[in-house]
């Protein structure tokens, strides 16, 4: 969040067109730690079909942008190399996940940088709904109440939604903004970008910025009106009882969108500012202390967030997005094994293979049955590889690759990977072996496949060998489970 207070004399917009319907059912998160708070019966339906976004998943990310800091000057400071790295970690999992992503340089901003725009491809483009939240932070700290807090819950609202690929009825639009810290300058940029026309496409912001607060609150942004009702609606069914987000006004990303009159709300647990007597009372925490007693300090690491205040955000962010966003038709999981003779028993089909690769020859045994995969173990130059298309179901909660492998060298190093195996999904890696690795029996390895979701993709295993000493790299029981 920046510093310094911004004037907001702006009317409030109505969210036209986008309407919110109470059932009777109570959305599901954590209990409160402090206090026992009662649910009202006041939550959508479309509570029942959001996700549950893993607090685990949102905070391994944190953990991600702590180390990047860590490795780049101790901060994520806009135009710094911390910036860039954190950038190009969001931007890689967003198109590994099968988003529109691009990148937007701000000349205008205090450090010239990247805006990073990541759009799903579904519902119509002149109905969008946008989710942002500033991806640097200040010199003096890694940032990661401020503001990797509200960068991964989106990061990870993000993967789970295309994870899940359901029917769209408004277009998602994602946004991580540079050089909020000194003057709120690549939200205003992007803005200024838009033409009238684009700006009018847009129905909606939300911003999160400090959204993990330790002795945190439950703010909203303009709190009472049509915008913020989903927000609000999620949180009321945990009995939260949000208040108005009076600290942050002018002070994130959101200002420039409503100068623009663009309608806004969004999330945050609070920054400097003092929590009162009342506030400790039905939320917990210390009254008379700040929100973050961190804010802006070199002690803003992983150890400055709430686990229990950043899973609310993140299953209200959710919320927010299938409410406003997604359609009935969400498709439904056919599940199942999607590698076919994962085995090997039934011969090649429907692999592709380099001759030989696919044997029953005794040379090495097979984990299960008689077949099994022996790519390379010739002991000299060499090129192998297997492969198979694969289609992976929308829909399901799950994707799980899974194989049994077995390395055998008669390499002598500890220090040199003169053999490899890769293995890709797509066009991307998810791993490299190499006679470094060599075991006596068969190791299973496992990998969340996720961000393939609906997408026919070529699973693909390469090895090759140098010129003496062999390596063999055996492969068997081959399964791509989707639930």
Request: glycine share 10%; with cysteine; charged share 10%.
């Amino acid at each position: 969040m920046r510093g310094r207070t911004l004037s907001a004399g702006v009317a409030l917009a109505v969210f036209a067109g986008m309407t919110v319907t109470l059932a009777t059912q109570p959305a599901t998160a954590s209990p409160p730690t402090a206090t026992t708070l009662t649910r009202p019966i006041a939550a959508s339906a479309a509570a029942l079909a959001a996700p549950d976004i893993s607090v685990t998943n949102v905070q391994a990310h944190l953990t991600q942008f702590n180390a990047i800091a860590t490795s780049n000057g101790g901060n994520r400071r806009a135009g710094s190399a911390g910036y860039t790295a954190s950038l190009s970690y969001v931007k890689t999992r967003l198109q590994s996940a099968g988003y529109t992503v691009s990148e937007q340089y701000c000349s205008s901003c205090r450090y010239p940088s990247n805006n990073l725009i990541a759009e799903w491809p579904g519902g119509p483009a002149d109905q969008v709904v946008m989710f942002g939240a500033h991806l640097d932070g200040v010199s003096a700290g890694p940032g990661i109440n401020d503001n990797a807090t509200g960068s991964s819950t989106l990061l990870e609202n993000a993967l789970v939604l295309a994870a899940q690929n359901p029917t769209m009825t408004k277009r998602v639009r994602f946004a991580w903004w540079t050089d909020e810290e000194q003057g709120l300058n690549g939200s205003r940029f992007y803005v200024n970008s838009l033409s009238a026309t684009q700006r009018g496409y847009i129905k909606g912001y939300y911003n999160f910025d400090m959204v993990g607060s330790v002795n945190g609150g439950y703010f909203i942004n303009r709190v009472t009106s049509s915008t913020a009702a989903p927000l609000k609606a999620y949180w009321d069914s945990l009995g939260l009882q949000p208040e108005e987000n009076v600290e942050g006004q002018g002070r994130s990303d959101d200002y420039y969108f409503q100068q623009a009159g663009i309608p806004t709300s969004g999330y945050a647990a609070g920054a400097s500012a003092r929590k009162t007597s009342s506030q400790a009372a039905k939320w917990g925490g210390t009254a008379n202390s700040a929100y973050d007693p961190c804010y802006h300090r070199s002690c803003d690491t992983t150890a400055n967030v709430s686990a229990t205040v950043l899973n609310r955000a993140a299953d209200g962010v959710a919320y927010a997005l299938w409410q406003l966003a997604v359609g009935g038709g969400t498709p439904t999981c056919t599940g199942g094994q999607v590698v076919g003779n994962g085995g090997f028993e039934s011969g090649s089909t429907p692999w592709t293979a380099s001759s030989g690769v696919i044997t029953n020859a005794s040379g090495q045994p097979a984990r299960t049955g008689s077949y099994k995969a022996w790519l390379n173990g010739n002991g000299g130059t060499s090129t192998e590889s297997l492969s198979q298309s694969v289609t992976l179901p929308a829909g399901c909660a799950t994707y799980t690759l899974s194989f049994w492998l077995h390395i055998d060298t008669a390499e002598t190093t500890s220090s040199t990977a003169y053999d490899r195996l890769t293995v890709q999904v797509g066009s991307t890696t998810l791993a490299t072996y190499s006679n470094l690795n060599a075991a006596s029996g068969y190791v299973q390895r496992s990998f969340n496949v996720a961000g393939f979701a609906g997408q026919t993709v070529t699973l693909r295993f390469a090895g090759t060998e140098d010129s003496s000493l062999q390596t063999s790299f055996v492969v068997d029981d081959v399964t791509l489970q989707a639930s």
